[in-house]
């Protein structure tokens, strides 16, 4: 299953007035989406924590924050959702053993990581991150997920970038994203 966003609802409105708009940035062509006025906002945060509880209660047994901006929401909805917090790290980060997944960027790979114990067998895992943008980063976590035993319950963004077709990454997978731009 796959929703879209949340179209004109209060929430996207808010984070569509929270989220900062900044071009070349970490490289020229880029419009980076920096979601920290949204963060800073005490009300933006709060907001966007029960609008992510309010979809998974009951519904997931531990919340996967990607790193870094997937370790804020992620944390702060695994609070609110009375679950643990799992973090998948770049390489490197991580001091057991892992899991790991290499993927392809626009320039090059990447390589994220997660505990090969992080999770009981059959736990009911939400994945968490900032922004969805091609999916390679999802889906490379999906697969890490799976490999330690989770079952991915759904994923969760506050921004889509609707013209990289990150879903296409994700096939058959609940995916939400609060506002798709
Ligand atoms: P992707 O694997 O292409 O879906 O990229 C997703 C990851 O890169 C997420 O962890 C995002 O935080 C980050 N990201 C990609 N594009 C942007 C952007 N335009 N603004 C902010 N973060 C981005």
């Avoid at 062509?29 to 920096?34: E, I, P, S, T, Y």
């Avoid at 992510?52 to 944390?75: H, K, P, Q, T």
């Avoid at 968490?128 to 889906?139: H, I, K, R, S, Y």
Wanted: net charge negative; proline share 4%.
């Amino acid at each position: 299953m796959s929703t879209g966003s949340a179209g004109q609802s209060k929430i996207s409105i808010l984070v569509a007035q929270k989220l900062r708009d900044v071009p070349d940035f970490p490289k020229p062509g880029v419009l980076f989406k920096d979601f920290t006025p949204l963060l800073a906002d005490p009300h933006g945060l709060a907001a966007v924590v029960e609008d992510v509880r309010s979809r998974y209660a009951g519904r997931v047994d531990v919340v996967v924050g990607i790193e870094a901006r997937g370790f804020i929401l992620g944390a702060a909805a695994a609070h609110a959702l009375g679950v643990g917090f799992v973090p998948v790290r770049k390489a490197g980060k991580l001091p057991g053993r892992t899991h790991r997944a290499e993927y392809t960027l626009e320039y090059g790979t990447a390589v994220l990581e997660l505990h090969v114990d992080a999770f009981v067998t059959g736990h009911r895992v939400l994945i968490m991150d900032d922004v969805l943008a091609t999916g390679g980063t999802a889906a490379a976590t999906c697969d890490l997920v799976e490999r330690a035993g989770g079952q991915v319950v759904a994923l969760d963004f506050v921004l889509e970038l609707g013209f990289l077709h990150g879903r296409d990454a994700l096939p058959g997978r609940e995916v939400h994203s609060i506002l798709v731009d």
